[in-house]
Nanobody
Framework: QVQLVESGGGLVQAGGSLRLSCAASGLTFSRYVMGWFRQAPGKEREFVAAISWNGGRTLYADSVKGRFSLSRDNAKNTVYLQMNSLKPEDTANYYC?????????????????WGQGTQVTVSS
């Protein structure tokens, strides 16, 4: 049974930082592209970032480029999203997802497995 468990969300002031983690089990983690998406109330789920199986390639949404950084530790079956210079518009529920294909997908339909999400709230 595949499980993706996010952690690290919380309340932070604008300009602050958070690091989200996503721990995976039940799959061969090193074979999967890992992605992060977010969804704010009343809005569609949107792509945030993705990282290739070995961490050699990353893709970021324009809205987070230069502020967020994605990394992974295949020995720990964990992917990390470092979020700096947070803005109130970053407030959302953040989800990690796993995709077995080679490319770095930016559409939610590209991903086979999903976590339950972790809430990030940025106050102004």
């Amino acid at each position: 049974q595949v499980q993706l468990v996010e952690s690290g969300g919380g309340l932070v002031q604008a300009g602050g930082s958070l690091r989200l983690s996503c721990a995976a089990s039940g799959l061969t983690f090193s074979r999967y592209v890992m992605g992060w998406f977010r969804q704010a109330p009343g809005k569609e789920r949107e792509f945030v970032a993705a990282i290739s199986w070995n961490g050699g390639r990353t893709l970021y949404a324009d809205s987070v480029k230069g502020r967020f950084s994605l990394s992974r530790d295949n020995a720990k079956n964990t992917v990390y999203l470092q979020m700096n210079s947070l803005k109130p518009e970053d407030t959302a529920n953040y989800y990690c997802a796993a995709d077995l294909s080679y490319g770095l997908g930016s559409d939610h339909s590209d991903y086979e497995y999903w976590g339950q999400g972790t809430q990030v709230t940025v106050s102004s």
